[in-house]
C-alpha cells in the first residue's frame, strides 16, 4: 500500500509569484484535502476535492486554488503569493465518508 | 465557527508517570473528536478517536460533552510518547478537520 506523496519537499518562491504543489493520494482513497500549518500552529483547512470538485472549503481566499485528477491526485495552486504564505502545506487522503485522514510529509514553501 | 483549544504548549513529564493533555473545543452542534500525533520526523497520524472508544499504545481520552472536552491520558509514560500531539474536530462532510495548536510532550528518562 503506497502511502500519501507530496512534491516538491521544499521550495522558494518570491512575493508575487504562482505555485503549484502536487500530491497523490493512497491507494484505494478518492478524497484529497489540504492544509496549511504555519510554524508553531496546527494545520488549518483550506479545501477539500472529491470526484474532481471542490466539495468543502475552509476560511482562504480564492487564490488559493486547487485540482483534482482522475487519479485522485491533486494540485494546490496559490496566485499572488504574500510573505503569510510562507507554511508547510499538508495533503491529506480519505475515502468519502471515511472517519481518518492519511497525511503526507508536506511541502514547506518559503516566500520571499 | 468551531474551535479547539489546547492550553498547553509544552508538557515534560518522567517517564512511568501519568500524562493528560487537555483539548477543550467549542461547537454547537455533535462533533467528532480525534487525537493526531506527529513523532520526530515522521508525518502526522492518527491516535485515536472518540467514536471507536478504544486505547492506542496506553492513550485513551473520553469525550465530556458537559464540559466540551476530549483530554488524553495515559497511566504511565513512555519515552517513546514523546511526541507533537494535535487535538482535532470535525462536523462531518466535508468541512476538513479543525486543529489545536498541539502540546509538545516530552517524556524525560
Known amino acids: 500500500e503506497t502511502g500519501v506523496t507530496q512534491s516538491p519537499t521544499h521550495l522558494i518562491k518570491t512575493r508575487g509569484q504562482q505555485v503549484t504543489l502536487r500530491c497523490s493520494s493512497q491507494s484505494g482513497h478518492n478524497t484529497v484535502s489540504w492544509y496549511q500549518q504555519a510554524l508553531g500552529q496546527g494545520p488549518q483547512f483550506i479545501f477539500q476535492?472529491?470526484?474532481?470538485?471542490?466539495?468543502g472549503r475552509g476560511n482562504f481566499p480564492p487564490r488559493f486554488s486547487g485540482l483534482q485528477f482522475p487519479n485522485y491526485s491533486s494540485e494546490l495552486n496559490v496566485n499572488a503569493l504574500e510573505l503569510d504564505d510562507s507554511a508547510l502545506y499538508l495533503c491529506?487522503?480519505?475515502?468519502?465518508?471515511?472517519?481518518?485522514?492519511?497525511f503526507g510529509p508536506g511541502t514547506r514553501l518559503t516566500v520571499l | 465557527a468551531q474551535r479547539v483549544t489546547q492550553p498547553e504548549k509544552l508538557l515534560s513529564v518522567f517517564k512511568g508517570a501519568p500524562v493528560e493533555l487537555k483539548c477543550n473545543y467549542s461547537y454547537s452542534g455533535s462533533p467528532e473528536l480525534f487525537w493526531y500525533v506527529q513523532y520526530s520526523r515522521q508525518r502526522l497520524q492518527l491516535l485515536l478517536r472518540?467514536?471507536s472508544r478504544e486505547s492506542i499504545k496506553g492513550f485513551t481520552a473520553d469525550l465530556n460533552k458537559g464540559e466540551t472536552s476530549f483530554h488524553l491520558k495515559k497511566p504511565f509514560a513512555q519515552e517513546e510518547d514523546s511526541a507533537m500531539y494535535y487535538c482535532?474536530?470535525?462536523?462531518?462532510?466535508?468541512?476538513?478537520?479543525?486543529f489545536g495548536k498541539g502540546t509538545h510532550l516530552i517524556i524525560q528518562p
Open positions: 482535532a474536530l470535525s462536523r462531518g462532510g466535508a468541512d476538513g478537520l479543525t
Open positions: 472518540h467514536i
Open positions: 476535492y472529491y470526484r474532481e470538485e471542490e466539495n
Open positions: 491529506a487522503s480519505s475515502t468519502v465518508g471515511g472517519h481518518e485522514q492519511f
